[in-house]
């Protein structure tokens, strides 16, 4: 792994948007904002706190968020592969899906990225590994019940997308156990205990509306925006696709598995598919949306691997496989070949002059931000839009004049022309700003 993934720390792939989000996330939760009040986005709270954390400790440095993501897949991978020796999913004791786990997150560069996603990802594997205990045991153990549905609910505080996989959970739990009503309902008292506390927080701070509207409300909607296009994922899958194809080929045919294995094949197979739901209901539809698809994919052609007796043909496959999940990503990382279109993904040229400075944009261009830190919380224009352009509501207005006397932006990108009413309702505010020729505002130095 460390091979495979080091000429990506010394040629530094470009900054993608979800990772400038997390510098500003980071940024404010630093200067001590909370989501939702101090940052008008619908980034989950764990998230957004532990960019935070991270910009505490190493600021925008992208290369140290890398190093940081290569130990958390090093450890996801390992832990995939111990979980299942100990549930004893196959026949034999091997570390090849730890291997595969390990390949498979390079089907696409921005799957490094220090993101929710793959914070959350990991926690889901706890929540595996809770599924298969109860599917090994058959006991209804209340602390295991109780986990599952909490591991799932931490993982969502990472990535709200992620919820998907709870009605998942409980879908399996009535497929392939004997479980009761009690069962289903401890399953929820863990999965809702987390955002209950959540909740409480914010409800002591008088943000209940803030969260609601800016985290649980956009949470549940489909993808906002598609940074990549779904013609270029399915290229990028294309190995994974066709090993996985010829597993279940492989499987259908297989008759040395036990009861108990297939099951845990029926029950992989849901959770894939739960997988591939979660990626429609992330805020920015790309590759990294598909890393929960990971486990399901390195669990199926482990069982290809293993079902080939031939040691040639066994290394003939899985050098295939190296090759097929190797090349493609270093030659679509160092543009040798041009298959995939990654140019939403990446942040283009900034469009503004404005360097090392508080400013505000009002609107979808976030690339300012780049060389700039925000001001004010509204981060997000889709979930701001209706604060500024709403002039006539006196609630808008004393909302951005609180942000405004706060934390003063120096520049305002007004983008989509609505400053103009809202300075004409706030007349103090209006003394404060001058307009530029591009159409701007700056603050006037008094």
């Known amino acids: 792994m460390t091979l495979l993934y080091l000429p990506g720390f010394i040629d530094l792939s470009s900054l993608t948007y979800p990772e400038l989000k997390n510098f500003i996330w980071g940024e404010r939760v630093h200067e001590g904002f909370m989501p939702y009040t101090g940052i008008v986005d619908s980034v989950a709270p764990l998230n957004a706190w532990f960019q935070g954390l991270m910009d505490l400790i190493f600021g925008r440095s992208l290369l140290a968020r890398h190093i940081i993501a290569f130990i958390l897949i090093f450890l996801q991978s390992a832990f995939f592969g111990v979980l299942l020796i100990d549930k004893k999913v196959f026949t034999e004791n091997t570390y090849i899906p730890s291997l595969l786990f390990s390949l498979l997150f390079l089907f696409s560069f921005d799957t490094i990225a220090l993101t929710g996603e793959l914070l959350g990802a990991g926690v889901l594997l706890f929540a595996l590994n809770k599924l298969y205990k109860e599917l090994e045991f058959r006991a209804q153990l209340d602390?295991?019940?109780?986990?599952?549905?909490?591991?799932?609910?931490?993982?969502?505080?990472?990535?709200f997308s992620f919820f998907i996989f709870f009605p998942g959970a409980l879908l399996l739990l009535v497929l392939f156990t004997r479980s009761t009503l009690r069962t289903y309902l401890l399953c929820a008292t863990g999965f809702l205990l987390p955002h209950a506390l959540l909740i409480s927080v914010y409800y002591l701070n008088s943000a209940t509306s803030s969260i609601w509207e800016y985290y649980y409300i956009p949470g549940f909607s489909f993808y906002d925006t598609m940074l990549v296009g779904g013609k270029s994922i399915f290229l990028l899958a294309a190995t994974p696709l066709l090993f996985l194809l010829l597993s279940f080929i492989v499987l259908n045919r297989e008759s040395r598995l036990t009861k108990y294995q297939s099951q845990l094949v029926q029950l992989m197979f849901l959770w894939t598919l739960f997988g591939f739901v979660h990626a429609f209901f992330t805020d920015d539809f790309r590759p990294q949306s598909f890393i929960t698809l990971i486990p399901g994919f390195s669990f199926f052609i482990t069982h290809l691997f293993l079902t080939i007796r031939r040691k040639?043909?066994?290394?003939?496959?899985?050098?295939?496989f190296f090759i097929g999940m190797t090349a493609p990503y270093f030659l679509i990382k160092y543009k040798i070949v041009d298959l995939v279109a990654y140019d939403q993904l990446w942040i283009s040229t900034p469009t503004i002059k404005e360097k090392n400075k508080h400013v505000l944009i009002l609107g979808d261009e976030i690339e300012g931000y780049l060389e700039n830190r925000l001001a004010t919380p509204f981060l997000n224009w889709g979930l701001s839009s209706p604060i500024f352009k709403e002039a006539d509501r006196y609630e808008n207005m004393i909302t951005i004049n609180k942000y405004f006397e706060r934390d003063a932006p120096a520049v305002i990108i007004d983008s989509e022309e609505v400053m103009p009413n809202v300075l004409e309702r706030i007349p103090l505010l209006k003394k404060k700003y001058k307009r530029t020729p591009e159409g701007n505002y700056e603050l006037i130095n008094n």
Do not use: P, Q
């Not at 602390?143 to 990535?159: D, H, P, Q, R, W």
């Not at 040639?312 to 295939?320: A, K, P, Q, S, T």
């Open 143 to 159: 602390e295991t019940i109780f986990k599952l549905g909490l591991f799932i609910s931490v993982a969502s505080l990472f990535s």
């Open 312 to 320: 040639r043909f066994l290394l003939i496959g899985f050098w295939v």
